[in-house]
């Protein structure tokens, strides 16, 4: 099984996540606060939140670096929402801190602010059935670059891509109690 999946714990929905792992027989799953948590962990996972937070806490204590160095040496990460934006190379009229780590270009918000928040059931590719797609201040991903796979879009607006072992995700999963796209990320691990 190796090393335990993590969920970056530093702000946001991070709960949510362990508990969708520990549905999953994986109650192993570790917070992420700090470099040596995270070498502790064999995935991550990025959580929602507020990114331009996120992105200066992981600035300042180094761990957007670590999270980077881990990234090339092969270990899967997975981006919901704030997370999502944290990955992509590019945020589309922001110059705020991001890892770079998904070849895509995100808008931020990109359904409207926290009352335009909605649920509605998204087609993912390989799952049988839809997903319940939890969109709470939604970026979507404008552009995608070579080797990414779009794997999920809602009104023709692409909410799902996958490059390598790096997914990213607009919704939020994890507040629905549908665990398979969890179960389908800790497959990404070697």
């Not at 702000?11 to 040596?36: C, I, T």
């Not at 705020?96 to 928040?117: E, K, M, P, W, Y």
């Amino acid at each position: 099984m190796g090393r335990p999946p993590g969920v970056l714990a530093v702000q946001g929905d991070f709960e949510k996540h362990l508990d969708a792992f520990a549905a999953l027989g994986r109650a192993d799953a570790l917070e992420v606060r700090s470099q040596e948590d995270l070498e502790k962990v064999g995935s991550l996972v990025i959580p929602g939140g507020e990114s331009t937070t996120v992105g200066l806490l992981l600035e300042r204590f180094g761990l957007g670096e670590a999270i980077q160095e881990r990234a090339k040496s092969g270990m899967p990460i997975w981006g919901t929402c704030m997370g999502m934006i944290l990955l992509a190379k590019d945020i589309e009229g922001l110059d705020q801190f991001r890892l770079g780590l998904l070849d895509i270009t995100v808008r931020r918000n990109a359904f409207g602010a926290q009352v335009h928040s909605f649920e509605d059931e998204v087609k993912f590719k390989g799952m049988a059935t839809p997903v319940t797609g939890v969109f709470i201040r939604a970026p979507i991903v404008v552009r995608t670059g070579k080797g990414v796979e779009e794997l999920a879009d809602y009104e023709g607006k692409i909410v799902a891509v996958r490059q390598g072992n790096r997914l990213g995700t607009s919704f939020h999963p994890e507040l629905t109690g549908d665990n398979r796209i969890h179960e389908w990320f800790l497959g990404f691990e070697n």
